[in-house]
């Protein structure tokens, strides 16, 4: 471990905005009642403003304009120590899920998340970063998937569904509009989205793909706070696509996926890409509005949806589910509180490839049981693959009984064909 290394790495990161968001809080603990951490533990360790300490103390020690001042009247923290980050590896990566539920409460508009990003940064230049997560980006590196699934592997699962819909799957084919790629949970756990996702791109008239270069989305390197590693699995999908020339790549129904791709990875590869990012879930949308996709029939069940909160918070998609919903669900419930301020599943940022952190997960996920249970529904859907994994894990542990669907794979069984 480099400690030198940690603090010039979280020095370093403290830009102009982090300095006046690690300046602005007035402990007013509103971030606080935000947090399903914090919530359903009570421990003051998990308010989203006390994980920012180990930043703050770095900024204040060797970044506020002040410090010299401060200095003499014994008012600057003491350097960080390996016993800190230690202690804070916990409260940096095993109880925030990235969730950006907090920074939309703070009225100080502090970007919590984003800080908990940074101070993740520093943790892996100190070289303490959960097993879980460097398990699963060295599987990323050496595989193409967190999860290890290799090419010879997806091909396999991908011919299986083109047999199942009996609609062909080209694999790596040049020249056509979109490039689909998938969270590692579908490709290992709900590979039948491959086959609705055909039958949808049939019934529209698209043409698609997808990359044996690059069929996963997801990005353990953003979540792990690597650089390197996150261009480098971004990269793999920006080559693979611009290799076939693509117009789209359609992010999956994968939370961090999406602002992984489409807002951090134009600067993590240094350009602009040669083809547009949308979501599968906008994608789906615009294609019932202009009358790509018809249904016939509806969903009779009480559904609710759970909203990813990558894609709702940061993505702005939070009407176009409810849309798709409209045309095939007629007896949906809205929990509360829903849309951009829904309660996280619990294990996103990284959370749910971190054994260690699996205990407090499932408390976490209280929060959701409480809204479950206020509106009962007979199943939830979401547009995550990662949510999805989580919330049937926590459901089970809760002795609950509750389906959780995937919205493209729902409106797959009702098209009108
Ligand atoms: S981002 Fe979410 S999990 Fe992390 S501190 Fe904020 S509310 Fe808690
Ligand atoms: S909500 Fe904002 S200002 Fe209030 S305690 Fe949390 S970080 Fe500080």
């Known amino acids: 471990?480099?400690?030198?290394?940690?603090?010039?790495?979280?020095?370093?990161?403290?830009?102009?905005?982090?300095?006046?968001?690690?300046?602005?809080?007035?402990?007013?603990?509103?971030?606080?009642?935000?947090?399903?951490?914090?919530?359903?533990?009570?421990?003051?360790?998990?308010?989203?403003?006390?994980?920012?300490?180990l930043l703050r103390r770095a900024y204040k020690r060797h970044k506020d304009p002040l410090?010299?001042?401060?200095?003499?009247?014994?008012?600057?923290?003491?350097?960080?120590?390996?016993?800190?980050?230690?202690?804070?590896?916990?409260?940096?990566?095993?109880?925030?899920?990235?969730?950006?539920?907090?920074?939309?409460?703070?009225p100080m508009g502090i970007d919590i998340a984003g800080l908990v990003r940074k101070t993740r940064e520093g943790m892996v230049a100190a070289n303490i970063v959960p097993d879980g997560l460097t398990g699963a980006a060295g599987r990323a590196l050496e595989t193409g998937s967190p999860l290890g699934?290799?090419?010879?592997?997806?091909?396999?699962?991908?011919?299986?569904?083109?047999?199942?819909?009996?609609?062909?799957?080209?694999?790596?084919?040049?020249?056509?509009?979109?490039?689909?790629?998938?969270?590692a949970m579908e490709v290992l756990n709900f590979y039948e989205v491959i086959g609705a996702l055909a039958r949808i791109f049939k019934k529209a008239g698209l043409t698609w793909t997808m990359s044996t270069k690059a069929y996963e989305a997801t990005n353990v390197g953003i979540q792990m706070g690597d650089k390197a590693i996150a261009k480098t699995l971004v990269s793999r999908v920006v080559d693979a696509a611009e290799e076939l020339g693509v117009k789209y790549v359609v992010s999956p129904e994968?939370?961090?996926?999406?602002?992984?791709?489409?807002?951090?990875?134009?600067?993590?590869?240094?350009?602009?890409?040669?083809?547009?990012?949308?979501?599968?879930?906008?994608l789906l949308n615009q294609l019932c509005e202009q009358?790509?996709?018809?249904?016939?029939?509806?969903?009779?069940?009480?559904?609710?949806?759970?909203?990813?909160?990558?894609?709702?918070?940061?993505?702005?998609?939070?009407?176009?589910p409810r849309a798709i919903l409209g045309q095939i669900a007629d007896n949906f419930v809205e929990m509360t509180p829903s849309r951009e301020a829904n309660i996280c599943c619990g294990g996103g940022g990284g959370v749910s490839s971190n054994p260690n952190a699996e205990e407090l997960r499932l408390r976490a996920f209280g929060s959701?049981?409480?809204?479950?249970?206020?509106?009962?529904?007979?199943?939830?859907?979401?547009?995550?693959?990662?949510?999805?994994?989580?919330?049937?894990?926590?459901?089970?542990?809760?002795?609950?009984?509750?389906?959780?669907?995937?919205?493209?794979?729902?409106?797959?069984?009702?098209l009108d064909d």
């Not at 905005?17 to 421990?43: I, K, R």
């Not at 008012?75 to 800190?84: F, K, N, Q, R």
């Not at 994968?254 to 599968?280: D, M, Q």
């Open 368 to 414: 959701k049981k409480r809204q479950l249970d206020a509106v009962k529904p007979d199943a939830m859907v979401t547009a995550c693959g990662n949510c999805r994994n989580v919330l049937e894990e926590a459901i089970d542990e809760y002795d609950m009984v509750m389906p959780v669907l995937s919205l493209t794979e729902l409106l797959a069984e009702y």
């Open 1 to 53: 471990m480099t400690i030198a290394a940690a603090v010039e790495t979280l020095v370093s990161n403290i830009d102009a905005s982090a300095a006046s968001y690690l300046d602005a809080c007035v402990h007013c603990g509103q971030c606080a009642e935000a947090c399903h951490f914090f919530e359903n533990t009570g421990d003051v360790r998990y308010i989203p403003t006390y994980k920012l300490d």
């Open 291 to 320: 009358g790509k996709i018809t249904t016939k029939g509806k969903d009779s069940r009480r559904l609710t949806f759970h909203d990813p909160c990558q894609i709702v918070r940061r993505g702005g998609i939070v009407d176009e």
């Open 149 to 183: 699934i290799k090419p010879e592997t997806f091909q396999k699962i991908v011919a299986e569904q083109a047999e199942a819909t009996g609609i062909p799957i080209e694999l790596d084919k040049p020249g056509v509009d979109y490039m689909v790629i998938l969270s």
């Open 67 to 106: 410090r010299g001042v401060k200095k003499l009247f014994g008012l600057v923290p003491a350097e960080l120590t390996e016993d800190d980050l230690n202690e804070w590896s916990e409260l940096i990566y095993d109880s925030c899920t990235l969730c950006g539920r907090c920074s939309i409460v703070c």
């Open 254 to 282: 994968c939370g961090h996926a999406y602002s992984a791709l489409n807002w951090e990875g134009p600067n993590l590869v240094g350009r602009t890409y040669k083809f547009e990012v949308i979501h599968i879930i906008e």
